[in-house]
């Protein structure tokens, strides 16, 4: 979109096609199902990382048509947008803003190419991934939560491309 389009609104921003979709991630990583029978750690950490979880799904979703790449990297920026919003409103300033989000979106890429490269080989190997990279509850197995991923991928992948565009994420 171009700098003048912005500007003067001649033309719609291209993330807002997006949001639905973002807005049906969010609400599927507040799904209580992910605490209660996954063992996802209900702390600001562990949010994190079913947010992330969740969107890494969404986004291998997105990667499968190659003309829905593109809006891959718009669920990212909404994804960004929202992360850099939360920590503003817990105080964080500028100075280390940058810094945080950095790190976020590190986490955000490392997870998303783990989560490409595991889930074709089923829940061991996704196991394995939620082990290092998930907050889970004290002693609880990452296979539950493994399970529950590869089942939402393969959940995203009968969903039409403008039912997941309209955030219906469900088949």
Known sequence: MSFFSRLFGTAPDPMEELRPLWHAVVAEARN???YRECGAADTVEGRFDMITNITAMAMLRLESEPDLIPA???LTELFA???EGQLRETGLG???LGKKMGKLME???GRLGAYRES???GVDATAEVVARNANLVDGHDAKPMAARLIALNAQLA???REDLLAGKIAA
């Open 107 to 109: 986490a955000m890429g």
């Open 72 to 74: 891959s990297a718009r």
């Open 119 to 121: 889930i074709p080989l």
């Open 81 to 83: 947008e929202d992360m």
């Open 94 to 96: 500028d100075p280390t």
């Open 32 to 34: 209580p199902m992910w």
């Open 158 to 160: 009968q969903v039409s």
